[in-house]
Every structure is written in structure tokens, then in C-alpha cells.
């Protein structure tokens, strides 16, 4: 069983609160638009910290971290990138590497909306967990929180930090 701290569209803020909520997580996966490497390295130094770049994000967090990452968490293979879409609604290209890649959880970023959602064509989960930073149009802070029990993606959890 693997507990999962999920944000994204931090923007290079960091909220103590991210480490509140995220204690109880064996990981921290950042869907995107981290900010600042600085901010990357707290992650890094707290947990074990998974992250792609975001469009925000400069040339020192794109030399450390992909564009997208697969990679597979007990039972349940992960797609992560950061501009990704929804179902019925993906971005250019998006489509095509699910299907080939065909995982069983999509993490994306970049909207700023919380949004999770089943892809029933694909039989997968797709997550957004909104934005953790206080630059953007959201009106709420958001993160998630869920749990991979071998095949099971389990026990999701909204958290709202507030206003932005």
C-alpha cells in the first residue's frame, strides 16, 4: 500500500501546510509549473518526490525533471505530464500516448480545476488536483491525497488550503 500526495501550479510557493498534509504520504508526485527549484529541492529533501515541468517552469527544473513520466506504483501503471486535458477533451497528442502507454492513472496539471475524472474508452483514472499556488484564476487552493493498494486506486481526498 502506497499513500500518494498529489498538487500541482505551485508557482514557487510554498504553503506549510503542504507538509501537514502530506506527512502521512510515502510520496509527493507535482503535476507541473513547480516554480523555482528551490521549491523542487524542499519537495525532494521531505519525501520521495516525483514531478514533471510545467510551461512556467525554467531551464534548471527542466534539466532535472521530464515532460512526462510513466512509471508504475505496485499494480497500477501512472502517465504524469502537465498540460494533459480530461477525457473527451485531451490535449493535441495526449490521446495517442494513453493509448499507446496504457496506463491505469493520468495526473495532469496546468488547468487550475480540480478535476477527477473516469475515462471509461480507456478503463483509467484521470486526476487534476487543481492548484497549490496562489498565482492564477482559481478561486481555491487544492490538493489530493489517495492511496495504490496493488490495483486499487482508493481513498481520495480533496483538500481545499483556502482562498488564494
Given at each position: ?60 527544473i527542466r ?81 489530493l491525497r ?19
Amino acid at each position: 500500500m502506497t499513500r500518494i500526495g498529489l498538487l500541482s501550479d505551485t508557482h514557487a510557493y510554498w504553503d506549510e501546510r503542504y507538509a501537514k498534509y502530506f506527512d502521512e504520504c510515502d510520496e509527493v508526485w507535482h503535476a507541473g509549473d513547480i516554480g523555482s527549484l528551490k521549491l523542487a529541492e524542499k519537495f525532494e529533501q521531505y519525501k520521495l518526490f516525483r514531478a514533471v515541468f510545467g510551461n512556467i517552469d525554467g531551464q534548471d527544473i527542466r534539466l532535472r525533471y521530464k515532460k512526462e513520466q510513466v512509471f508504475e506504483i505496485e499494480g497500477v501503471k501512472v502517465f504524469m505530464t502537465h498540460i494533459g486535458g480530461y477525457p473527451g477533451k485531451y490535449a493535441p497528442g495526449i490521446a495517442s500516448k494513453l493509448d499507446l502507454e496504457q496506463p491505469k492513472l493520468f495526473v495532469c496539471g496546468h488547468s487550475h480545476i480540480l478535476r477527477v475524472k473516469y475515462d471509461q474508452k480507456r478503463d483509467m483514472l484521470c486526476v487534476n488536483p487543481g492548484a497549490a499556488g496562489r498565482y492564477g484564476m482559481q478561486q481555491v487552493r487544492t490538493l489530493l491525497r489517495f492511496t495504490i493498494d496493488g490495483t486499487d486506486i482508493r481513498d481520495m481526498e480533496v483538500i481545499e488550503l483556502g482562498e488564494k
